[in-house]
């Protein structure tokens, strides 16, 4: 079983960035497309974005592009989401999770293995 490990949560004020981290302990993690969600409380688990195993190819949700980017390093079994410009509504518990099955990359039934989350204020 893989261990995904999340960091780089915190408390930031609107407009302010944070980078979020994803550690993977699979040494085959460069065969796998990864993606970020995240969940507020009392909801559902919501798509933020997902990356090809190879990084050439990522999709994200519409409330985050051109603020959100999704990478990945693939020497370094880690991928990455860098927010900048944030929102309040970005507020919320944000998951790694690795793709284990078939079907839309955008829900999470798609994601087998899934990371402990780690949660961003953003303050107005």
């Known amino acids: 079983q893989v261990q995904l490990v999340e960091a780089g949560g915190g408390l930031v004020q609107a407009g302010g960035a944070l980078r979020l981290s994803c550690a993977a302990s699979?040494?085959?993690?460069?065969?796998?497309?990864m993606g970020w969600f995240r969940q507020v409380p009392g909801k559902e688990s919501e798509f933020v974005a997902t990356i090809s195993a190879t990084g050439g190819s990522t999709d994200y949700t519409d409330s985050v592009k051109g603020r959100f980017t999704i990478s990945r390093d693939n020497a370094k079994n880690t991928v990455y989401l860098q927010m900048n410009s944030l929102k309040p509504e970005d507020t919320a518990v944000y998951y790694c999770?690795?793709?284990?099955?078939?079907?839309?990359?955008?829900?999470?039934?798609?994601?087998?293995?899934w990371g402990q989350g780690t949660q961003v204020t953003v303050s107005s």
């Open positions: 699979r040494r085959t993690f460069s065969t796998y497309a």
């Open positions: 999770a690795e793709r284990t099955a078939y079907g839309s990359s955008r829900y999470p039934q798609a994601y087998g293995n």
